[in-house]
């Protein structure tokens, strides 16, 4: 009897001990694989992990894998300076559109609405 509850604890403990994973480890290893790849389309950037907590889509301006938020800052016009503290214009240089300093931020000029 004794060495029949050894054995199933030593079963337990290596079935535990196998199937464990550290948490957070690991989570999105093949997301990050794919970030960058070439895509034509979104599928091509689906990753095997359905829990991952970032997917990824297909840039087309870029044919690029990469996440929802990194495409959106890519079309936002010196996105490391938008919406960064300034005190004046100066601040805010631009080239590819002008910025300019509205409550402490560098935000987009606004066109006159006609």
């Known amino acids: 009897?004794?060495?029949?509850?050894?054995v199933f604890f030593l079963l337990?403990?290596?079935?535990v001990a196998t199937d464990?994973?550290?948490a957070g480890r690991g989570k999105d290893a093949?997301?990050?694989?794919?970030?960058g790849r070439d895509c034509t389309r979104n599928a091509d950037c689906a990753c095997s992990n359905y829990q991952a907590v970032e997917r990824l889509i297909c840039n087309y301006n870029l044919l690029k894998c990469e996440?929802?938020?990194?495409?959106?800052?890519?079309?936002i016009p010196?996105?490391?300076?938008?919406?960064?503290k300034?005190?004046?214009?100066?601040?805010?240089?631009?080239?590819?559109a002008p910025l300019i300093c509205e409550d402490r931020e560098c935000v987009r000029k606004k066109s006159p609405v006609v």
């Open 1 to 6: 009897m004794e060495a029949t509850k050894i």
């Open 12 to 15: 337990t403990l290596i079935l």
């Open 20 to 22: 464990a994973k550290p």
């Open 30 to 35: 093949h997301c990050s694989k794919m970030r």
């Open 67 to 75: 996440s929802f938020f990194e495409t959106l800052a890519s079309r």
């Open 78 to 84: 010196c996105s490391r300076l938008f919406k960064k």
């Open 86 to 96: 300034c005190e004046t214009d100066a601040d805010c240089p631009c080239t590819e």
